[in-house]
């Protein structure tokens, strides 16, 4: 189903409604966090960030917004993913959802990995 609401495959049949509007048209209006973090190892927090924005049509300088409002450090912003803790790569996929401003945001247990005070 996150498939389909994400837009990374088509639905069989039909109708699929998700805020009251056929999941069609919604492609490109939902952020979404997997439950799996799909990143690049080499990449930094704020490459996977910036990339996401650029995805989106949104500026760059947007993307340190997104790692401030998930509470990264800024520490950590320029360390390759594989450097960073479980709940550290956690906040970069959530910042990742975040970008764009989404009518809705799918979040798959955003909080595992995560210290209790993270949360």
Partial sequence: MLHIISGMLSKDSGEFLLNQKNVDSMIGKVGLCPQT??????LSALDHVNLAC?????????????????RLEESAWRKPIRELSGG???KVSVAMALVGNPEIIVLDEPTSSMDPESC
């Fill in 54 to 70: 650029a995805l989106r049509d949104e500026q760059s300088k947007q993307a340190k917004e997104y790692l401030h409002e998930v």
């Fill in 88 to 90: 550290m790569k956690r």
């Fill in 37 to 42: 973090d799909i990143l690049v190892d080499q």
